[in-house]
């Protein structure tokens, strides 16, 4: 038999499969009941409302896995192109919550879809979500002037400008100026481009 505490992880991890196939607006509560295969009343024990399970899932799928892939002080030692590596290796790690949908794009798609309803549902989401953009971003700068300083790079580059990009071309998003997340490359195509702009700044 499953104590509480499984038993919400197992409701929390069946409703992000179905807000990643369906989204929020389309799984209501009464879907949500069919798919996870559970009554009413115990869904409304741990979650009285769609929103707080939805909060749920995102804490869980997305600040949760943010939270793992924060740099550190060892991260920010590596060269610049080891921690690419790191970064698409973290990826590859990310794409394995989206097992049951065929192509990686459509994955990618699906989460993008799921961040930017939490940017209108979640309490402070962009808030919450800036910080851990403004900390990889810094956390990049250390990377990158460690780089200079090395001779891995060029000394002319700038620094802060590269720290963004490399930031959020991790993650294939950019940053509308509503705080939204709009997925903008694949695995692929994505590490093409930052792999050609290493190539341009490495000495």
């Known amino acids: 038999m499953q104590d509480k505490s499984d038993k919400k992880e197992f409701i929390i991890k069946k409703a992000f499969e179905v807000f990643l196939s369906k989204g929020y607006e389309s799984a209501s509560m009464t879907i949500l009941h069919r ?7 115990a869904m409304y024990r741990y979650f009285p409302s769609k929103d707080d399970l939805f909060i749920a899932v995102v ?3 997305i600040f949760e896995m943010l939270d793992k892939f924060q740099p550190n002080e060892e991260t920010e030692q590596l060269t610049v192109a080891k921690r690419i590596e790191l970064s698409y290796s973290q990826i590859q790690k990310t794409a394995k919550l989206f ?3 065929e192509d ?3 994955r990618f798609l699906n989460y993008t879809a799921l961040t930017i309803q939490a940017a209108k549902i979640y309490p402070d989401f962009i808030e919450k979500w ?6 990889s971003c810094e956390s ?3 990377t990158l002037l460690k780089a200079v300083n090395a001779g891995e790079i060029k000394p002319d580059v700038d620094i802060e400008l590269l720290a963004k990009f490399f930031s959020k071309g991790n993650n294939f998003f950019e940053d509308s100026e509503d705080g939204s997340q709009f997925f903008i490359k694949g695995i692929k195509s994505g590490k093409k481009m930052i792999n050609y702009i290493y190539s341009l700044i490495k000495v």
């Open 104 to 106: 990686i794009e459509d």
């Open 59 to 61: 804490d869980k799928y």
């Open 99 to 101: 097992n049951g949908i």
């Open 130 to 135: 800036r910080t851990y953009r403004g900390k």
């Open 140 to 142: 990049w700068g250390k």
């Open 35 to 41: 798919e996870l295969n559970i009554s009413r009343g």
